[in-house]
């Protein structure tokens, strides 16, 4: 049963930082890409930053370029997304979502033009992350 637990989420003030973490099981982690989203109050969902496998490839979300850094540990099966200089608009669920990455002609499919919009295949619950004075 693959399982996604995010945690970490917490009220922070503007310029604070905080780390999220999700621990994931029931998939062979190794071969898939992890992702973080996140859902504002009364708005859609938003992609923030993604990381792939083998040589762990990094995207990220304009909004978030610069002053987040997401990270994977294979031994641990977990994925992290360290969150600096936060904002009032990073205010959201934050859920953590994994996708086996697929390959064309040996070649990842996974690139900075598909990693925001693919159907990740697994989700977690969401940790709330708050951002204010």
């Known amino acids: 049963q693959v399982q996604l637990v995010e945690s970490g989420g917490d009220l922070a003030q503007p310029g604070g930082s905080l780390r999220l973490s999700c621990a994931t099981s029931?998939?062979?982690?190794?071969?898939?890409?992890l992702a973080w989203f996140r859902q504002a109050p009364g708005r859609g969902r938003e992609a923030v930053a993604c990381?792939?496998?083998?040589?762990?490839?990094?995207y990220y979300s304009d909004s978030v370029k610069g002053r987040f850094t997401i990270s994977r540990d294979n031994a641990k099966r977990t994925v992290y997304l360290q969150m600096n200089d936060l904002k009032p608009e990073d205010t959201g669920v934050y859920y953590c979502?994994?996708?086996?990455?697929?390959?064309?002609?040996?070649?990842?499919?996974?690139?900075?033009?598909?990693?925001?919009?693919?159907?990740?295949?697994?989700w977690g619950q969401g940790t709330q992350v708050t951002v204010s004075s």
């Open positions: 979502a994994a996708d086996r990455v697929k390959y064309s002609y040996g070649v990842s499919t996974l690139n900075s033009a598909t990693w925001s919009t693919i159907d990740y295949e697994a």
């Open positions: 029931g998939f062979t982690f190794e071969y898939y890409a």
């Open positions: 990381i792939g496998n083998n040589d762990n490839p990094t």
